[in-house]
């Protein structure tokens, strides 16, 4: 804290910044229990009964109500321009914003680069669109569009220095994402020794170009 900068008493700081939840139904992963909930700037910072909190705090009288934890969507595609030219119709900001409504407060959107791109470049690229709109947490998949010994070293670096721990892998989109049975295996065995989630769109790319011809 800087020199002659005072912080400010709990007892006279805004009371928005305060709420308590009485007398609702917890769940957590463990069971369900009667209990008080306690947040400051948006932190849960106490749970229990008779809680002991600054005088001011807004409260809201819960009973008979269930006080759940967020939900996290582990699969969303927002600010998404694919190759068909189309552009997804919720941004990071109204589909995170939708999400909150919904009590969804986590979401996992995708960088999917482009052939030849760096992993790492598209992963900041996509940052930097998505810090500046997200209304929740997030976190990043990241699309693995094709296989070569950059591919891997870069998949260590997103794993070991930028917390990415999840890589998907096309069957399907032939000449443009899909990887061979061989290049999938490979990938497989890499995310292994990192520690990472494989994920599988798991279509048959042949087929379909047969269906569609």
């Keep these: 804290m800087s020199a002659g900068v005072k912080k400010v008493p709990i007892h006279l700081q805004s009371s928005q ?11 957590n992963a463990d069971g369900t229990k009667d ?24 409260v809201l009288d819960v009973r008979g109500m269930y006080i759940i934890p967020g939900g996290i969507d582990p699969h969303t595609h927002l600010d998404l321009e694919p190759v068909t030219g189309h552009k997804t119709s ?13 009590g969804t407060t986590m979401i996992m959107d995708f960088v999917i680069p482009e052939k ?49 721990n999840s890589f998907k892998m096309h069957m399907a989109f032939n000449n443009l994402y ?18 990472a989630v494989p994920m599988v769109h798991a279509e048959n790319g042949d087929i379909i170009e047969e269906v569609i011809s």
């Design 35 to 58: 209990a008080d909930v306690y947040i400051e700037d948006g932190i849960i910072k106490e749970l229990g009964k008779n809680l002991i909190i600054p005088g001011g705090t807004r």
């Design 90 to 102: 919720d941004d990071f900001y109204r589909g995170t914003k939708a999400a909150i409504a919904g």
């Design 178 to 195: 899909k990887l061979g049975d061989s290049e999938l295996y490979s990938a497989f065995a890499k995310c292994k020794t990192l520690g």
């Design 116 to 164: 030849g791109e760096s992993l790492v470049e598209a992963y900041f690229k996509m940052r930097d669109i998505a810090d500046a709109k997200v209304c929740c947490d997030y976190a990043l998949h990241v699309s693995l569009p094709w296989w070569s010994d950059q591919i891997q070293d870069e998949m260590t670096e997103l794993c070991n220095e930028h917390g990415v």
């Design 17 to 27: 910044n305060r709420l308590l939840l009485k007398h609702g139904k917890v769940v």
